[in-house]
Protein backbone atom coordinates (compact mmCIF):
# COMPACT_ATOMS: atom_id res chain seq x y z
CA UNK A 1 0.00 0.00 0.00
CA UNK A 2 1.19 3.78 -0.94
CA UNK A 3 2.76 5.43 2.22
CA UNK A 4 -0.26 8.15 1.81
CA UNK A 5 -2.80 5.85 1.61
CA UNK A 6 -1.77 3.97 4.85
CA UNK A 7 -1.53 7.11 7.12
CA UNK A 8 -4.64 7.81 5.73
CA UNK A 9 -5.66 4.98 7.16
CA UNK A 10 -4.17 4.84 10.07
CA UNK A 11 -5.62 8.79 11.33
CA UNK A 12 -9.62 7.60 10.05
CA UNK A 13 -9.71 4.16 11.67
CA UNK A 14 -12.51 3.84 14.84
CA UNK A 15 -11.24 4.01 18.42
CA UNK A 16 -11.58 0.17 18.81
CA UNK A 17 -9.55 -0.55 15.54
CA UNK A 18 -6.71 2.06 17.07
CA UNK A 19 -6.08 0.03 19.81
CA UNK A 20 -4.52 -2.69 18.07
CA UNK A 21 -1.94 -0.13 17.59
CA UNK A 22 -1.46 0.37 21.30
CA UNK A 23 0.35 -3.34 22.30
CA UNK A 24 3.67 -3.16 23.25
CA UNK A 25 6.82 -5.24 23.12
CA UNK A 26 7.25 -7.13 26.12
CA UNK A 27 10.13 -8.25 28.84
CA UNK A 28 11.80 -11.38 28.28
CA UNK A 29 9.98 -12.37 31.89
CA UNK A 30 6.60 -11.62 30.77
CA UNK A 31 7.50 -13.30 27.32
CA UNK A 32 7.86 -17.09 29.36
CA UNK A 33 5.67 -15.94 31.60
CA UNK A 34 2.83 -15.30 28.85
CA UNK A 35 3.93 -16.66 25.96
CA UNK A 36 3.04 -13.75 24.12
CA UNK A 37 5.16 -11.39 22.39
CA UNK A 38 3.36 -8.13 22.24
CA UNK A 39 0.12 -7.14 24.88
CA UNK A 40 -1.97 -4.02 25.23
CA UNK A 41 -0.30 -1.46 27.80
CA UNK A 42 -3.31 -0.64 30.50
CA UNK A 43 -3.02 2.00 33.45
CA UNK A 44 -0.89 0.63 36.23
CA UNK A 45 1.54 -1.34 34.15
CA UNK A 46 4.94 -0.71 34.50
CA UNK A 47 7.26 0.52 31.01
CA UNK A 48 10.84 0.83 30.07
CA UNK A 49 11.76 3.77 27.78
CA UNK A 50 13.55 1.72 24.92
CA UNK A 51 14.21 5.07 22.57
CA UNK A 52 14.90 9.08 23.56
CA UNK A 53 16.53 11.37 25.88
CA UNK A 54 15.15 8.99 29.54
CA UNK A 55 16.06 5.45 27.57
CA UNK A 56 16.76 2.68 30.02
CA UNK A 57 14.34 3.95 32.79
CA UNK A 58 10.99 2.45 34.16
CA UNK A 59 7.39 3.99 34.87
CA UNK A 60 4.41 3.59 35.61
CA UNK A 61 1.30 4.26 33.08
CA UNK A 62 -0.90 6.74 33.89
CA UNK A 63 -2.84 7.31 30.84
CA UNK A 64 -3.39 5.66 27.94
CA UNK A 65 -5.08 7.22 24.82
CA UNK A 66 -6.37 5.52 21.67
CA UNK A 67 -7.42 8.64 20.39
CA UNK A 68 -3.84 9.68 20.22
CA UNK A 69 -1.96 6.89 20.10
CA UNK A 70 0.12 7.57 23.13
CA UNK A 71 0.96 6.49 26.11
CA UNK A 72 1.74 8.69 28.78
CA UNK A 73 3.64 7.73 32.23
CA UNK A 74 3.54 9.11 35.93
CA UNK A 75 6.78 11.35 36.13
CA UNK A 76 7.38 12.42 33.34
CA UNK A 77 5.88 15.61 32.42
CA UNK A 78 6.47 19.36 30.93
CA UNK A 79 5.39 22.48 31.32
CA UNK A 80 3.07 24.03 28.81
CA UNK A 81 2.88 27.76 27.66
CA UNK A 82 0.70 28.69 30.73
CA UNK A 83 3.15 27.24 32.97
CA UNK A 84 0.81 24.06 33.60
CA UNK A 85 2.26 20.84 33.48
CA UNK A 86 1.66 17.89 31.45
CA UNK A 87 2.55 14.72 30.76
CA UNK A 88 4.52 13.70 28.07
CA UNK A 89 3.33 11.35 25.23
CA UNK A 90 4.70 8.34 23.94
CA UNK A 91 4.44 6.17 21.11
CA UNK A 92 4.38 2.70 21.70
CA UNK A 93 6.95 1.41 20.09
CA UNK A 94 9.52 3.60 22.17
CA UNK A 95 8.25 0.96 25.00
CA UNK A 96 8.51 -1.93 27.02
CA UNK A 97 6.37 -3.87 29.02
CA UNK A 98 8.40 -5.02 32.29
CA UNK A 99 5.55 -5.22 34.39
CA UNK A 100 1.80 -5.99 33.66
CA UNK A 101 -1.03 -4.82 36.58
CA UNK A 102 -3.01 -8.05 35.26
CA UNK A 103 -6.46 -7.52 34.28
CA UNK A 104 -9.81 -9.18 35.65
CA UNK A 105 -9.81 -12.16 33.49
CA UNK A 106 -5.83 -13.24 34.71
CA UNK A 107 -6.79 -12.75 38.34
CA UNK A 108 -10.17 -15.06 37.98
CA UNK A 109 -8.48 -17.26 36.04
CA UNK A 110 -5.48 -17.30 38.63
CA UNK A 111 -8.26 -17.50 41.90
CA UNK A 112 -10.01 -20.90 39.40
CA UNK A 113 -6.26 -22.59 39.15
CA UNK A 114 -5.53 -21.92 43.08
CA UNK A 115 -9.16 -23.35 43.75
CA UNK A 116 -8.49 -26.88 41.71
CA UNK A 117 -4.87 -27.36 43.43
CA UNK A 118 -6.47 -26.86 46.56
CA UNK A 119 -7.13 -29.42 48.76
CA UNK A 120 -10.69 -30.59 49.70
CA UNK A 121 -10.70 -28.97 53.34
CA UNK A 122 -9.67 -25.51 51.60
CA UNK A 123 -12.34 -26.04 48.77
CA UNK A 124 -15.34 -26.14 50.55
CA UNK A 125 -13.88 -23.19 52.83
CA UNK A 126 -14.21 -21.10 49.53
CA UNK A 127 -17.37 -22.79 48.03
CA UNK A 128 -18.92 -21.45 52.06
CA UNK A 129 -17.89 -17.55 51.41
CA UNK A 130 -18.44 -17.77 47.58
CA UNK A 131 -22.16 -18.72 47.78
CA UNK A 132 -24.92 -16.52 48.07
CA UNK A 133 -27.35 -16.00 50.76
CA UNK A 134 -30.54 -14.79 48.81
CA UNK A 135 -33.39 -16.82 50.32
CA UNK A 136 -32.11 -15.03 54.15
CA UNK A 137 -32.11 -11.92 52.50
CA UNK A 138 -36.32 -12.68 50.95
CA UNK A 139 -37.21 -13.45 54.55
CA UNK A 140 -35.61 -10.38 55.83
CA UNK A 141 -37.50 -8.04 53.39
CA UNK A 142 -40.70 -10.02 53.53
CA UNK A 143 -41.78 -8.11 57.41
CA UNK A 144 -40.73 -5.08 55.60
CA UNK A 145 -43.01 -5.10 52.93
CA UNK A 146 -45.77 -6.14 55.61
CA UNK A 147 -45.07 -3.03 57.37
CA UNK A 148 -45.19 -0.20 54.47
CA UNK A 149 -48.21 -2.13 53.64
CA UNK A 150 -50.24 -1.61 56.97
CA UNK A 151 -48.68 2.32 56.93
CA UNK A 152 -50.22 2.82 53.74
CA UNK A 153 -53.72 1.29 55.13
CA UNK A 154 -53.46 3.54 58.14
CA UNK A 155 -52.94 6.75 56.31
CA UNK A 156 -55.68 6.06 53.69
CA UNK A 157 -58.05 5.62 56.99
CA UNK A 158 -56.54 8.88 58.25
CA UNK A 159 -57.30 10.64 55.36
CA UNK A 160 -61.18 9.72 55.34
Not at 149 to 158: F, G, H, T
Amino acid sequence: MKPDKERQKLYNSPVHARKNLLHVHLSEDLRKKTGKRAMLVKKGDKVKIMRGKDKGKEFKVAKVSYGKLAVYLEGLNRKNLRGKDVLIPFHPSNLMLTESSGSKKEAKKEEKKEIREAPVEEKKIVEEKTEKKKPEEKKEKEPEKEKSKKKAKKRSVKKR
